[in-house]
Structures are given as C-alpha cells and as structure tokens.
C-alpha cells in the first residue's frame, strides 16, 4: 500500500476552492448545515479508507456545463494503491466531443497524440484531475477530530435513484469550505463535487479498462515513445 496522504490529500481536496467559487447546495440541502453525530463522524472517516482498500474503481471527472467549449470529461481507471490512472478525455461540447487516451499520475499528466505519450508536469488540467487521488487514503481518519473540525452533515439528496448523504469536507484553517462528499448507505462513495455542478467527480457506473501496456511510469518528465 502507498505511504499515507495525510495533509497532502486535504490540500489536494482543498484545490476546488482555487478553481471554483462555492455554488448554491443542491435542492434539498442544508446549506449551513449540521455538525456530525458519532455515527456520520464514523462513517465519513471510513470513506476513503474503504475506497482505497477496494481494488480498482472507475471515476468520471468532468468540468464545465455539458454544452461548453471549455468542458473536460474524463473517464479514468483508478488504481488506489500505486495512485495512477488511465482512460479517456474528452474536450468540448459532449456532442461534438474527441476523446484522447490519457495516462495520469500524482506528479504528471500524459495524453496520447500522434502514436506517443506527451507528458506535461504542470498546469490546471492536472491539478483537476489528480483530485481523483483524494477520493483514497490507506488508512482511516480520525472520527474524533472530524467532529471537532468545520466538516458539516448536509442532508440527504438523489444520486442515480439513491438517497446519498452529503457531507461539506474539512478545512485545513476552518474557513469556507466548498468540497461535498455524498456517501450511499452502505458509506461508499458516491460523488465528490465543488459545492456546485462545475466540478464533479462521480464514482463507479462502468466497468475498469485494462491499463495501457506502454503508459508512462510515474514520475516521467519528458515525451515518451
């Protein structure tokens, strides 16, 4: 198993709030919100642990509004333990969208163009994507602190048919947090989000793909054949 995240993954989850300003709450919710019970605290700190102990998952990362030239969609294989992924992106309007192949670590970022990988180490498309990463942690949170942080039970909202629990994630400083974590009831992970619909990352719904033969390994900084 990978090395804990620990406040390397708080502030990967923290990185919406650079990109998004905090959106209304979904119909239904409680936008101020309620402090955890002992059971919510429990299961909140549970999430990602069981996620990350569960093998391989699918996610889907997409930005923007269906009908935007600035849309990002991506359909990524996780694997939670070496902490890469691989899938498709798209770009664009999901109508007259283009996926490429792509290939994704914590450190960079390739896509597959013209029969080989382009690697990039920087910029926000990675830094979106790699939020993927804090859907996982290799050990459980500490429901006590949960509680005493500025973490707050939202309410319950559909997902897919599901009445999922929505919870506003921690802050490092306890100040205007935006990132919701909704949970099914058996407390896996549903959704992770921006506090609105502009950044979404959705768990599960289709079945894992097998990791390209020739990805690029972790870690790489150069174009790679």
């Known amino acids: 198993m990978h090395k804990p995240l620990g406040k390397r993954v708080l502030t990967t989850v923290l990185m919406l709030s650079a990109f998004l300003t905090l959106g209304a709450c ?3 919710l409680d936008e101020e919100g309620q402090p955890l019970t002992i059971e919510q605290s429990e299961q909140l700190a549970a999430a990602r642990f069981a996620l990350g102990n569960g093998g391989v998952f699918t996610a889907t990362v997409a930005t923007g509004e269906s009908d935007s030239i600035d849309r990002i969609a991506t359909e990524l ?3 939670p333990v070496r902490l890469v992924a691989w899938g498709t992106l798209a770009r664009g309007p999901s109508d007259m969208a283009v996926a490429e192949e792509v290939y994704l670590t914590e450190t960079a970022l390739a896509v597959m163009r013209d029969g080989r990988w ?8 990675l830094e979106q994507l790699r939020i993927v990463f804090a859907l996982v ?12 942080s500025d973490a707050r039970y939202l309410g319950t909202s559909d997902l897919d048919d599901v009445e999922m629990s929505v919870f506003l994630l921690p802050t490092l400083d306890g100040s205007d947090g935006v990132s919701r974590l909704w949970l099914d009831p058996d407390g896996s992970i549903g959704r992770l989000d921006s506090g609105d619909d502009r950044f979404v990352i959705r768990v599960g ?13 972790a ?7």
């Open 118 to 125: 382009q690697v990039q180490e920087q910029g926000q498309l």
């Open 137 to 148: 942690t290799d050990r459980p949170e500490n429901a006590q602190l949960l509680r005493q």
């Open 26 to 28: 979904s119909g239904g």
């Open 219 to 225: 870690g790489a900084g150069s174009d790679t054949a």
């Open 77 to 79: 294989t996780v694997d």
């Open 205 to 217: 719904g289709r079945a894992p793909t097998d990791e390209p033969v020739d990805a690029p390994i």
